[in-house]
């Protein structure tokens, strides 16, 4: 650690568990980059990974990302313009699959239509290792193309539970308002919320942390955030 990060690590209280609105107030003063740092969000799970490997989902942000993404869709090719007027960065059908096979992953986001999946699915080793496999769960396979390109442009974002119970995210920009921050990290722990396993019995959601992206962690009341969620 650095004489930088040291001096904003002061800033937290270690032992403290901020409510939402201290520690996203508190965000700013811990970020060090020159640049517009992201606001990363941990969520530990209490679920057993070996029973529930694949809590999933996606999430809206009310107040974006911060980060324009770039959504490639996969579609029969009388659907290419449609997916292409939407905004996508490539759209094709059996071109565009091949271009994946040679090594081509100019995007964030990867769209399918239901019935190119039988293709899509030769892409397993390729978009799997990089956790890009249209799913339906994620709403990335899907008949509404048009409509799903603009939601993840827009602040529509994947969460996915680690192998430790861990689901990391970014909910927007240092630059953000608290208030807008707020909005996102509301709307995250509530679409996690809708993503427990209907088996599960026992606590959820164990401990909240948000950081800057090269700030310390501070770790949120996660009590007092699931209060705010049920409003």
Same mark, same amino acid.
């Given at each position: 650690?650095?004489?930088?990060?040291?001096?904003?690590?002061?800033?937290?209280?270690?032992?403290?568990?901020?409510?939402?609105?201290?520690?996203?107030?508190?965000?700013?003063?811990?970020?060090?980059?020159?640049?517009?740092?992201?606001?990363?969000?941990?969520?530990?799970? $209490?679920?057993? *990974?070996?029973?529930?490997?694949?809590?999933? %989902?996606? &999430?809206? /942000?009310?107040? =974006?990302?911060?980060?324009? +993404?770039?959504?490639?869709?996969?579609?029969?090719?009388?659907?290419?313009?449609?997916?292409?007027?939407?905004?996508?960065?490539?759209?094709?059908?059996?071109?565009?699959?091949?271009?994946?096979?040679?090594?081509?992953?100019?995007?964030?986001?990867?769209?399918?239509?239901?019935?190119?999946?039988?293709?899509?699915?030769?892409?397993?080793?390729?978009?799997?290792?990089?956790?890009?496999?249209?799913?339906?769960?994620?709403?990335?396979?899907?008949?509404?193309?048009?409509?799903?390109?603009?939601?993840?442009? $827009?602040?529509? *974002?994947?969460?996915?539970?680690?192998?430790? %119970?861990? &689901?990391? /995210?970014?909910? =927007?920009?240092?630059?953000? +308002?608290?208030?807008?921050?707020?909005?996102?990290?509301?709307?995250?722990?509530?679409?996690?919320?809708?993503?427990?396993?209907?088996?599960?019995?026992?606590?959820?959601?164990?401990?909240?942390?948000?950081?800057?992206?090269?700030?310390?962690?501070?770790?949120?009341?996660?009590?007092?955030?699931?209060?705010?969620?049920?409003?």
């Amino acid at each position: 650690m650095n004489k930088k990060y040291n001096e904003k690590l002061k800033l937290v209280e270690r032992a403290k568990l901020y409510s939402p609105a201290e520690a996203l107030a508190l965000l700013p003063r811990t970020a060090r980059a020159k640049f517009d740092e992201t606001v990363d969000l941990s969520v530990k799970l $209490g679920v057993d *990974v070996a029973k529930n490997p694949s809590v999933r %989902g996606t &999430v809206a /942000l009310p107040a =974006g990302s911060g980060r324009s +993404k770039k959504v490639a869709v996969i579609t029969k090719p009388d659907r290419v313009k449609e997916a292409e007027a939407a905004g996508a960065v490539a759209a094709g059908a059996a071109d565009l699959i091949e271009r994946i096979k040679g090594g081509w992953l100019g995007f964030d986001v990867l769209i399918a239509s239901p019935d190119m999946m039988p293709e899509v699915g030769k892409l397993g080793k390729i978009l799997g290792a990089k956790g890009l496999m249209p799913n339906p769960k994620t709403g990335t396979v899907t008949p509404d193309i048009a409509k799903a390109v603009k939601e993840f442009q $827009g602040g529509k *974002v994947e969460f996915r539970m680690d192998k430790g %119970g861990v &689901v990391h /995210l970014g909910i =927007g920009k240092v630059s953000f +308002k608290p208030e807008a921050l707020q909005q996102n990290l509301t709307a995250v722990l509530s679409a996690l919320g809708h993503a427990k396993p209907g088996s599960f019995k026992g606590v959820y959601v164990k401990s909240i942390t948000v950081s800057t992206t090269m700030g310390p962690g501070i770790k949120i009341d996660a009590g007092r955030a699931l209060d705010e969620v049920k409003g």
